[in-house]
T-cell receptor
Framework: KAGVTQTPRYLIKTRGQQVTLSCSPI?????VSWYQQTPGQGLQFLFE???????NKGNFPGRFSGRQFSNSRSEMNVSTLELGDSALYLC?????????????FGSGTQLSVL | AQTVTQSQPEMSVQEAETVTLSCTYD???????LFWYKQPPSRQMILVIR??????QNATENRFSVNFQKAAKSFSLKISDSQLGDTAMYFC????????????FGKGTSLLVTP
C-alpha cells in the first residue's frame, strides 16, 4: 500500500505570491489533515477535511485555505505569501479522523518564502 | 486550551542503553488520547506509541513503552536497547473530541543515539 504522498517536496516563492500544495492520502482513507511546522511555533494544526468537507479548522488567517476532492486527495492554498509562511507543511491521512485514530503522515513540503 | 510540555529539548544516549523522554499535559477532560511521534531526518512523522486515557495499562510497542500517570498528567516514553536508528525528534501529542481530534503537539525532544 502506498503511503501519503505530498508534492512538491520543496518550493521557493516570493512574498505576495500564492502557492498550492498537494496531498494524496493512503487508499481508503477519507480524512486528510494539514499541519504547519516551524522552528519557532512548532507543529500547528491548519485544517481537516473529510468527504470533501472541512470538518475542523485551526487558528490561521483566511489566506490559508484547502479543499478535498472526491478521490480524497487534498490541496492546500496559501495566498499573498508572507515571510512567516516559510515552513514545512505536513499532510496526514486516516480512515475516519476521529476517536484518536492513528494518523499517517507524508514527508512534507518545505516552503521557503523570499 | 490543552497544552503539551516537553521539558527536555535535547537528550543523548549510548547504543543499547535505556532513555526516558518526559511529557506533561494540561487538560480538564477525562477522555483523551496521547501519542508519541518520531520525526527522523527524512521529516516523515511516524507513530511510535498510542495511549487511550481510559485504559490504566501502559502501552507497549516492542522496545518502546510509556509511563502514563493520569492524575499527574504525565506521559513519558521509555526507549530500551537504544539503536542508532532511534536518532530523531520525538514529539508528544494530545487529542480529544473538544479539538475535533486535531493533534496538539509539544515542542519536541531531539534524541541522539551514539555508538
Amino acid at each position: 500500500k502506498a503511503g501519503v504522498t505530498q508534492t512538491p517536496r520543496y518550493l521557493i516563492k516570493t512574498r505576495g505570491q500564492q502557492v498550492t500544495l498537494s496531498c494524496s492520502p493512503i487508499s481508503g482513507h477519507r480524512s486528510v489533515s494539514w499541519y504547519q511546522q516551524t522552528p519557532g511555533q512548532g507543529l500547528q494544526f491548519l485544517f481537516e477535511y473529510f468527504s470533501e468537507t472541512q470538518r475542523n479548522k485551526g487558528n490561521f488567517p483566511g489566506r490559508f485555505s484547502g479543499r478535498q476532492f472526491s478521490n480524497s486527495r487534498s490541496e492546500m492554498n496559501v495566498s499573498t505569501l508572507e515571510l512567516g509562511d516559510s515552513a514545512l507543511y505536513l499532510c496526514a491521512s486516516s480512515f475516519q479522523g476521529q476517536g484518536g485514530e492513528k494518523l499517517f503522515f507524508g514527508s512534507g513540503t518545505q516552503l521557503s518564502v523570499l | 486550551a490543552q497544552t503539551v510540555t516537553q521539558s527536555q529539548p535535547e537528550m543523548s544516549v549510548q547504543e543499547a542503553e535505556t532513555v526516558t523522554l518526559s511529557c506533561t499535559y494540561d487538560t480538564s477532560e477525562s477522555n483523551y488520547y496521547l501519542f508519541w511521534y518520531k520525526q527522523p531526518p527524512s521529516r516523515q512523522m511516524i507513530l511510535v506509541i498510542r495511549q487511550e486515557a481510559y485504559k490504566q495499562q501502559n502501552a507497549t510497542e516492542n522496545r518502546f513503552s510509556v509511563n502514563f500517570q493520569k492524575a499527574a498528567k504525565s506521559f513519558s516514553l521509555k526507549i530500551s536497547d537504544s539503536q542508532l536508528g532511534d536518532t530523531a525528534m520525538y514529539f508528544c501529542a494530545f487529542t480529544n473530541s473538544n479539538s475535533g481530534y486535531a493533534l496538539n503537539f509539544g515542542k519536541g525532544t531531539s534524541l541522539l543515539v551514539t555508538p
